[in-house]
């Protein structure tokens, strides 16, 4: 690329002290360059680390402030219970004895329980020791004060003997249920821990996380002693007895700790994780928001740099521990969030726009030196590489088309040098380009005349050259507009390749294929015709069984037939040996005509069949009537054939736009959209008819579509699968004649 083919330097060679003194003014540059970037970079990089780190310090003292604020709300929270449980307690001081029912009308007098989030159940709680149980469990059975038919079935659970118990004797739920009376609370470890705690204490304890007695679901319970009333009198003066029972306040856990976070304020952007108690092996609680993965209480999140938080509260004898997530740029500003990043692009931006420029100021110096040599180069490459393509570019000029370029392949492939005095005018006598028959070439049909008229790009393969020794070649020429960046065209490009090969073997293909037709046309013929001797009674009677055999083989000799027939039709149309007779043909009598053949065939499989035209009057065109017949014949066997019963086949004869246009609709099973581009092609048949075990060749599109355009008709479709298809055939003219394409009598 860079050789001096001419022999001749465009450029003369710098002086030695230029040369010397170019390195060292670029070698400064680069120096001061690299300098400024790293300059750059550095100090970006330091600031954006410093605002993150002011920022994480920012997000920490918020999650901080916040989280101390929402564990001491949480506490509040179990002391305001507390007041209402230390209520309860007194009801039982205060009296000598409480019956259930003032229990029943203290509690849902005093205390609505839609006022105390979570709280499952007010509860007594009594000591009674094994041989006062009998008597104990007989008492409650007959209890009728606030119930009149008492508990009859009421029983201690779980049941067993032991020295004592403490047993829930009056119970206030959130639902009513009465499941928790004569319940153990014994039998609890998380319950009689506290319950004992409490005791101990005179005070009041809360339990630790354990399934509640009336549901069933985790939860946890508080208790507060309850001292025997030692007076005579109801009043609040009164000495401090020995310890009767114990007041209880039951919470479930999943709906008390949202209900309590609401309440305080809780922020929908943080996460929280409850434990039940402080240790390694404190269990979980509740869990809200975002938790990031963290799991058990020793956990961390599986995402880098989420912040986090953890609180202790303590309660009677019992902790919570309170975790609390929240994202890396929690209680920041968007402004604060996005100053890091601004940093760090700033510094990567600044050295762009410094390479930028210095890229400008190199390319610039290089510009006027670099653009002769790329020309010179250009015009040298482009020449070797058309000298060197393996077919033949011929370049015209526009709007004349005379000649400007033609490559060795061209003019060897042509047989003649470039001649720039022709133009497009003389292309044909002076190339001697010719049709297959042996007759000149129509000048308004060369891929050149039809550029230079329209702009775009053209194409054909039936174009063949005499060259000057008489041999003939076949030729594909496509011509395109060269376009400059302005838009403008000032040539065509015409590119040809030799394709003789290919023209011998495809007519060598349509003669094999035309010749096994002919060739198998006969033995079904014969086939069919001694099958259908063997059912004839005079030949003699066929047992039933053989008859349906002898029937099954003039129905596949049939079948074979008509494939052989198809092949027939293409192999003529594509040879140019179908003779085509046009004459009048009036479309609606030939459609009513069609369709009278598939009456019976419609009937036998339950489907409607019916013809709608637009207008009565006689619709002509001028044709062979039998290929028009091919066509019809075909697509309405397809509908009918691919359409289930009481399903619908429309046949429609219009005059649309002066044409005449015939459409098949049906109701049938359509052709899946990923295989509508294959329908024309031979054999093919899509995959859900395939799946109905419907019989078809795939031919019969196929020669639908090469008899359509032999004859100068349109074809097209639109098919939905599972709702139907419609084929729309359109006829060039009305009342006119259709230009035949292939060896008309006429």
Wanted: proline letters at 5%.
């Amino acid at each position: 690329m860079g050789e001096n083919r001419s022999g001749k330097n465009k450029y003369t060679a710098p002086s030695v002290d230029a040369s010397s003194a170019k390195p060292t003014k670029r070698s400064f540059l680069r120096t001061w360059l690299a300098i400024m970037l790293c300059l750059i970079l550095t100090a970006t990089t330091v600031m954006a680390g410093s605002v993150y780190v002011r920022n994480h310090n920012l997000s920490l003292k918020t999650l901080d402030s916040y989280d101390n604020m929402t564990s001491l709300g949480m506490t509040k929270a179990i002391e305001w219970y507390a007041r209402a449980l230390y209520g309860v307690r007194g009801l039982f001081e205060s009296s000598v004895s409480v019956e259930r029912n003032e229990f029943h009308e203290y509690v849902s007098g005093m205390f609505d329980l839609d006022l105390y989030p979570g709280v499952q159940a007010f509860s007594y709680i009594t000591q009674v020791s094994l041989s006062e149980r009998d008597a104990f469990v007989d008492s409650m059975r007959r209890d009728t004060n606030l119930h009149p038919e008492g508990y009859p079935n009421l029983e201690i659970s779980p049941p067993g003997d032991r020295p004592e118990y403490l047993i829930v004797k009056y119970g206030e739920s959130k639902d009513g249920e009465t499941i928790s009376l004569g319940y153990d609370i014994r039998m609890i470890p998380g319950r009689l821990t506290a319950v004992q705690r409490a005791s101990s204490t005179n005070m009041l304890a809360m339990s630790r996380l354990a399934p509640l007695i009336s549901t069933g679901k985790p939860g946890f319970a508080i208790f507060l002693p309850v001292h025997a009333n030692t007076t005579s009198s109801s009043i609040a003066m009164m000495e401090t007895g020995p310890i009767v029972g114990f007041v209880s306040m039951s919470f479930e856990a999943d709906k008390y700790f949202p209900l309590i976070l609401r309440s305080i304020g809780f922020r929908d952007d943080l996460g929280v994780q409850i434990f039940d108690g402080a240790g390694p092996e404190s269990k979980l609680m509740y869990e809200q928001g975002e938790t990031f993965g963290s799991v058990g209480i020793q956990g961390s999140p599986n995402v880098e740099g989420v912040l986090t938080d953890s609180y202790v509260c303590s309660g009677h004898g019992h902790l919570w521990l309170v975790k609390y997530f929240a994202p890396p740029d929690y209680g920041l500003t968007d402004v604060q969030k996005l100053e890091p990043y601004f940093w760090l692009l700033l510094g990567p931006v600044l050295c762009l726009l410094l390479l930028a420029y210095r890229r400008a100021i190199e390319k610039a110096e290089n510009l006027a030196r670099r653009a002769a040599r790329d020309a010179e180069e250009k015009r040298s490459l482009l020449a070797l590489m058309m000298d060197n393509l393996p077919i033949g570019v011929v370049i015209s000029s526009t709007p004349a088309g005379e000649f400007a370029i033609m490559n060795s392949a061209g003019k060897s492939l042509l047989g003649r040098e470039m001649d720039v005095t022709i133009d497009r005018a003389n292309y044909v006598e002076y190339f001697d380009l010719i049709k297959e028959d042996g007759t000149p070439y129509p000048k308004d049909q060369l891929p050149l005349a039809t550029t230079l008229a329209t702009g775009r790009t053209a194409y054909c393969r039936d174009v063949f050259v005499r060259r000057p020794d008489g041999s003939v070649r076949a030729l594909r020429l496509t011509s395109a507009m060269i376009r400059g960046k302005n838009g403008k065209s000032g040539y065509v490009i015409v590119l040809g390749e030799d394709i003789t090969k290919e023209i011998e073997v495809e007519r060598a293909r349509r003669e094999f294929a035309s010749m096994a037709a002919h060739q198998l046309k006969s033995p079904p013929t014969a086939v069919s015709w001694c099958a259908e001797m063997l059912l004839d009674p005079e030949t003699g009677p066929l047992p039933p069984k053989k008859k349906v055999y002898v029937e099954r083989i003039i129905g596949v000799a049939k079948k074979m037939k008509e494939i052989v027939d198809a092949l027939l039709t293409i192999s003529r149309v594509e040879m140019g040996t179908l003779v085509i007779e046009p004459r009048p043909v009036d479309i609606i009598a030939l459609a009513k005509e069609e369709l009278k053949g598939f009456k019976e065939t419609a009937t036998h499989k339950h489907v409607r069949l019916s013809l709608k035209v637009q207008d009565e009057r006689l619709l002509e065109i001028k044709t062979d009537p039998r290929l028009v017949q091919i066509i019809m014949h075909n697509l309405v066997d397809n509908a009918i054939r691919y359409t289930p019963p009481k399903g619908d086949v429309i046949v429609s004869v219009k005059k649309m736009g002066g044409k005449a246009v015939i459409e098949v609709k049906d109701t049938g099973i359509g052709i899946p959209k990923d295989q509508q581009g294959r329908v024309f092609s031979r054999f093919f048949r899509a995959d859900n008819a395939i799946a109905t075990d419907i019989e078809g060749s795939g031919l019969g599109l196929s020669v639908v579509k090469t008899v359509a355009e032999k004859i100068g008709c349109k074809i097209d479709f639109v098919s939905e699968e599972g709702k139907g298809t419609v084929f729309i055939v359109e006829c060039p003219s009305v009342s006119g004649s259709v230009t035949n394409k292939v060896n008309s009598k006429e």
